[in-house]
């Protein structure tokens, strides 16, 4: 996992390298990137890759690279003034803390636009790039992680339901956790059904990954977040916690991971799928009580 993530940064390291136009943008880009995080989405990518047997390339982790460029721009504009309103990120100032708004403003910019150039520009088949940069915009934008966004904006001091806020969670969170599921599997050239079942074993994860943050928004602290804890209480959002209770809360997590699991053991059996590498990462999303 350590090497991986090494080669992911030195992806995005190398093409924020080029010939800068403005290196107080890239500055301020690089900031984010090089803020760490988990690097979740483009590790499954990969690990998926690899459990379909195919060897990890350049042009594979230029395409984590580009996932994890989209997942850090929206974590800039996210702790905005106009958005959640954060101090810090990933247990340091948050962009617009460290520069200023409209600095942090373009960097999420930035951050949304490249994945796309450095998608076009990966030693990929063609048909293979247009149907990923297809998928990463419809995971991204407004059919997805940017439409749940505005819901969730919508959805702040209103009294939700769990159909309202599972349709937030399921756009806002779990397009873009299900994209390296369904790109690992248009690379690896697998058939419909396939897919389709790669889809919803990310959507699945994606669930789980929803309500895993909701839960350790209300019992973790600063030091285990690196971010503020029980925003979403101060800004009286409706989250899986809040309506359902921990407990309750805890088996959507579990139930939701067993399900992609017997989803990976089904294609173990159908496309010669080795699950190991995504099973250990499956279960550092488990929250033991």
């Known amino acids: ?70 997942h850090t721009g929206s974590l800039i504009h996210d702790d905005l003034p106009a ?24 960097a999420g910019d930035s951050l949304f ?20 940069i297809a998928e990463l915009s419809d995971a991204a934008g407004t059919y997805g992680m940017v439409g749940g966004q505005m819901l969730d904006i919508k959805g702040e001091h209103v009294q939700l339901d769990l159909a309202d806020l599972a349709k937030i969670h399921a756009n806002k969170t779990g397009k873009l956790l299900t994209f390296p599921f369904v790109a690992a599997g248009i690379i690896a050239e697998l058939p419909e059904k396939a897919l389709a079942q790669l889809r919803q074993a990310g959507e699945l994860v994606g669930l ?27 800004a009286e959002k409706s989250t899986y916690p809040s309506l359902l209770g921990l407990d309750k809360s805890y088996d959507i997590l579990e139930d939701s991971l067993n399900q992609a ?29």
């Open 113 to 132: 636009l490249d994945p796309f150039g450095l998608l076009a520009k990966a030693d990929l088949k063609a048909d293979i790039k247009v149907r990923l």
């Open 1 to 70: 996992m350590d090497k991986k993530i090494k080669k992911i940064d030195r992806a995005l390291q190398a093409y924020y390298a080029q010939q800068a136009v403005s290196k107080d943008l890239i500055e301020a880009v690089l900031y984010s990137i090089h803020a760490g995080g988990k690097r979740i989405r483009p590790l499954l990518f990969l690990e998926l890759l690899q459990g379909f047997g195919l060897s990890l390339t350049e042009a594979h982790y230029q395409v984590a690279a580009s996932l994890e460029m989209i």
């Open 83 to 106: 958005m959640d309103n954060d101090d810090y990120r990933r247990g340091q100032l948050t962009n617009h803390k460290k520069f200023d708004e409209a600095t942090a403003i373009l």
């Open 208 to 234: 789980a990954f929803q309500v895993r943050d909701d839960i350790l928004d209300v019992t973790a602290d600063f030091a285990q977040l690196g971010k503020t804890p029980q925003k979403d209480l101060s």
């Open 261 to 289: 699991q017997a989803i990976f053991q089904k294609l173990a059996l159908e496309e010669q799928f080795n699950a190991k590498g995504i099973e250990t990462i499956i279960e550092r999303l488990r929250l033991h009580v």
